[in-house]
């Protein structure tokens, strides 16, 4: 089973990692893959989109300081996009699940406790037993390996939480400051793509989705996509991903802009 675990920023980076390597030996069906060699937000990688769209689950894993990164949001979105998929967030440093605020509060939070892990290596385990060809574990099998290699997991985050201890906390916030964050969160993505028909990263994305529905679809070229049922089903996963409904108001915005970069006649 392979599971796709995001992360941002250096305290996500190495949570992330003993994440990876605890769930190996847990449960060894499992194939657990995060981007450790690309830098993030600066260079589209294949070997990432191939990760995205063969992964049925997804572990976000989440700090007080990457809640709003921009590549969390589209992984998540990306790992989303099936019926049968899995994605969870993965709270460290939070306090509770109502600190998450947007698109990511969708999604299934996992506190990082023992009670909750378990509860999370239990879904693995069922999503691997559903799987064609996958080896699960009987019930008791995997409480007994979680039990002697929990400690493992809990010290190593412990310690990685505590060596990032010095870095300034956020207060637990209220309604009122939750709203005003979001609120402040979409007017940061709209300063920060400000013309989404020249920005790189959006123009990626959009690249990204497209071949990807041409590889779905054995089509030939992207004009093929301007034609129902195609341009229905397109535009309507497209705008499902978190990012892009930061970025476009509704699906006119988005179908003028694929108009716009792709010349496609709707």
């Known amino acids: 089973m392979k599971i796709f675990i995001s992360w941002s920023g250096t305290k996500s980076n190495k949570i992330a990692e003993a994440l990876r390597n605890w769930l190996e030996q847990v449960i060894q069906s499992t194939e657990p893959w995060i981007s450790t060699s690309i830098d993030k937000g600066r260079k589209w990688s294949q070997e990432i989109s191939d990760r995205l769209e063969e992964s049925k689950i997804g572990i976000i894993c989440l700090?007080?300081?990457n809640l709003n990164a921009p590549w969390i949001l589209f992984e998540a979105g990306a790992i989303s996009k099936t019926s049968d998929s899995y994605v969870c967030t993965l709270l460290t440093d939070i306090s509770s699940p109502t600190?998450?605020?947007g698109p990511l509060s969708s999604f299934q939070a996992t506190k990082f406790n023992k009670?909750?892990?378990f509860k999370l290596c239990k879904t693995i385990n069922s999503k691997i037993k559903d799987s064609k060809g996958?080896?699960?574990l009987n019930e008791k099998s995997l409480e007994d390996i979680y039990e002697t290699f929990w400690p493992k997991l809990e010290r190593e985050v412990t310690e990685i939480l505590l060596e990032h201890n010095d870095e300034p906390e956020t207060h637990i916030r209220s309604e009122r400051e939750l709203i005003e964050e979001t609120l402040e969160g979409i007017r940061f993505l709209k300063e920060k793509f400000n013309d989404v028909w020249t920005n790189k990263e959006v123009r990626e994305i959009m690249d990204h989705y497209v071949e990807r529905y041409m590889k779905q679809k054995s089509l030939l070229n992207r004009y093929e996509i301007a034609s129902d049922p195609h341009l229905s089903e397109f535009?309507?996963?497209m705008s499902q991903n978190p990012l892009v409904k930061k970025l476009f108001a509704?699906?006119?915005d988005?179908?003028?802009?694929i108009d716009d970069k792709y010349d496609l006649p709707f």
């Not at 988005?254 to 802009?257: E, G, N, Q, S, T």
């Open 235 to 237: 535009v309507s996963k």
């Open 254 to 257: 988005l179908k003028k802009y």
């Open 99 to 101: 600190e998450v605020s």
């Open 134 to 136: 996958g080896k699960s």
């Open 63 to 65: 700090t007080r300081e």
């Open 115 to 117: 009670a909750d892990i």
């Open 250 to 252: 509704n699906e006119s």
